[in-house]
């Protein structure tokens, strides 16, 4: 586990962002998923399930009994009614998850990996939330193979809290199920270059403790 810093900022320069003593190394955004038909993971599936499950529902329809408890009428509008469900939620997955991803941006310094996002307060005022956490050569720093494009684990927290203020601002349902149920992993979604960033941030962290000795 690493120990993270969360701040707020209202118009912060890259300069308010990084130490004095601090360099840039690189900074992207999620190469994928910030639009709204760019679908990953389990929302993927879930809208699979979604299309699926109406269509299998309503081909059912001419095996209900007119003359049941539950006649074909009542089919229908029970029918209706989850497929309205359905439909409402599924684009409110889409633009959960495009929100998020969009307002991501990810930056690797000689000293920390961070990640700024864009969002609102409770004052629905925006503001910048950063959350950063200083390289370990300890840590494995594991590439995750999503699709289309792989993520890099830069952080695992012992609970969602830590990212006070950040909240629930880094989860979105393209992610798996079980996601932080054991630890909260910390990822640079989507970046098409996460080998060449593992190996950057396991270069500066040995460098890091080569120095500190």
């Not at 089919?75 to 307002?103: D, E, G, H, K």
């Not at 995750?144 to 969602?160: C, F, G």
């Not at 992610?175 to 630890?183: F, K, M, N, S, T």
Request: hydrophobic share 40%; charged share 20%.
């Amino acid at each position: 586990m690493q120990i993270p810093v969360a701040k707020t900022y209202i118009r912060p320069d890259l300069e308010d962002i990084l130490d004095s003593e601090e360099q840039l190394l690189w900074s992207g955004q999620p190469t994928y998923g910030g639009r709204f038909f760019q679908a990953v993971g389990t929302e993927k599936l879930c809208h699979i399930g979604f299309f699926w499950g109406a269509a299998i529902m309503w081909c059912t329809l001419p095996l209900v009994y007119p003359e049941a408890r539950m006649g074909r009428s009542d089919a229908v509008w029970v029918y209706a009614i989850t497929t309205i469900v359905f439909i409402c939620i599924s684009p409110r997955m889409a633009y959960q998850r495009q929100y998020v991803l969009s307002n991501l941006v990810y930056v690797v310094t000689d000293k920390r990996a961070i990640v700024c996002r864009r969002g609102k307060n409770w004052r629905l005022k925006f503001r910048l939330y950063v959350f950063s956490c200083q390289h370990s050569e300890a840590y494995p720093y594991s590439v995750i193979p999503t699709r289309p494009i792989p993520s890099l684990q830069v952080a695992t927290l012992i609970s969602r809290i830590q990212l006070k203020p950040l909240g629930f601002g880094l989860s979105h349902p393209g992610q798996p199920p079980l996601w932080g149920r054991i630890g909260e992993p910390v990822v640079f979604e989507f970046v098409p270059n996460a080998e060449e960033l593992r190996e950057m941030i396991k270069t500066c962290a040995r460098e890091g403790n080569a120095n500190s000795d």
